[in-house]
Nanobody
Framework: QVQLVESGGGLAQVGDSLRLSCRKS??????MGWFRQAPGKEREFVAA????????SYADSVKGRFTISRDNAESTVYLQMNSLKPEDTAVYYC?????????????????WGQGTQVTVSS
């Protein structure tokens, strides 16, 4: 059974940085993504990365501020979030596809973590 465990969320001020981590077990190499869901809104794509880390994709709202990366030796995917804004406040979810690609579509992800709250206050 695949398990995804996120960590690193919390409370931040505008302009601060946070780094989210997602550890996947067992250690298999698949495409991974980050999504977020704010209260009263649908879950939205944030970033995705291919199995080997060579391909990445970002939502326009986070491009240039967030960076997705992975360490396959540690079976962990990261989301470095810089220049945080109040509109980044949401529950952030890590997800894994069965294949190797980086997808922007939630329906293509088979496995999901429990989510970690990120709150950015002004």
């Amino acid at each position: 059974q695949v398990q995804l465990v996120e960590s690193g969320g919390g409370l931040a001020q505008v302009g601060d940085s946070l780094r989210l981590s997602c550890r996947k077990s067992p250690r298999t190499f698949t495409g991974m993504g980050w999504f977020r869901q704010a209260p009263g809104k649908e879950r939205e794509f944030v970033a995705a990365i291919t199995w080997d880390g060579r391909g990445t994709s970002y939502a326009d709202s986070v491009k240039g501020r967030f960076t997705i990366s992975r360490d396959n030796a540690e079976s962990t995917v990261y989301l470095q979030m810089n220049s945080l804004k109040p509109e980044d406040t949401a529950v952030y979810y890590c997800a894994a596809v069965r294949g190797l690609s980086a997808s922007r579509t939630p329906g293509e992800y088979t496995y999901w973590g429990q989510g970690t709250q990120v709150t950015v206050s002004s």
